[in-house]
């Protein structure tokens, strides 16, 4: 089984401060990850993943996570936060070279204040 | 990249009626389509797995009979939602797999915005 914790629904930061979004996993292989962010009323839009290459990825928009197999974490990190970044953002797990069909977190809500 | 439409972008219909949406891939072909529901501030709930050609695979608790998918072409895959009510009021995302290109990777659709009056 697989399942994906993400720690707070909401996350509020001031503009041009760092941003931290918590992604905890468990899985009984080695996993695939990903964070994708939602605009309202949108579909999800792929920030970046994780798929065995290097442990530190770097998406779109400055976004980058980084993979800690020994915590078991994927966490997601800006290092200023602007107004625009305000959204839905979703970790999300899939078992590498099994079932492709991912499982996602609750989902966080980042709220940027000027 | 690879681009996901789904028509339509919002819709309301009255209860006992049945709803279409469409979800397609404009620039590649998908073997695999996915259907999600959202509730509000929710996370996804994946409902079904489509497969061009073949019946789709239903998520535990997810009714086959209410939620009628077909996935005829390669770039096409449509929910019906049969003899809708107020509680199906929802979010529908679709999502496809991109696996012609050399990678394997799932984009999503805008959503729909279906509410049962």
């Known amino acids: 089984a697989q399942s994906v914790t993400q720690l707070g629904s909401h996350v509020s930061v001031s503009e041009g401060a760092l941003v931290l979004l918590r992604c905890n996993y468990s899985?009984?292989?080695?996993?695939?990850l990903f964070w994708y962010v939602q605009y309202p009323n949108q579909g999800l839009q792929l920030l970046l993943k994780y798929t065995s290459a290097a442990t530190l990825v770097k998406g779109i928009n400055g976004f980058e996570a980084e993979f800690k197999k020994s915590e078991t974490s994927f966490h997601l990190t800006k290092p200023s936060a602007h107004m625009s970044d305000a959204a839905e953002y979703f970790c999300a797990l899939s078992a590498s070279g099994g079932s492709y069909i991912p499982t996602f977190g609750r989902g966080t809500s980042l709220i940027v204040h000027p | 990249g690879a681009v996901v439409s789904q028509h339509p972008s919002r819709v309301i219909c009255k209860s006992g009626t049945s709803v279409k949406i469409e979800c397609r891939s404009l620039d590649f072909q998908a073997t695999t389509m996915f259907w999600y529901r959202q509730f509000p501030k929710q996370s996804l709930m994946l409902m079904a797995t489509?497969?061009?050609?073949?019946?789709?695979?239903?998520e535990q608790g997810v009714e086959k009979d209410k939620f009628l998918i077909n996935h005829a072409s390669l770039t096409l895959s449509t929910l019906t939602v049969t003899s809708a009510h107020p509680e199906d009021s929802s979010f529908y995302i679709c999502s496809a797999r991109a696996t012609d290109r050399g990678w394997d990777e799932q984009y999503f659709g805008p959503g729909t915005r279906l509410t049962v009056t």
């Open positions: 489509s497969n061009e050609g073949s019946k789709a695979t239903y």
């Open positions: 899985s009984s292989v080695p996993p695939y």
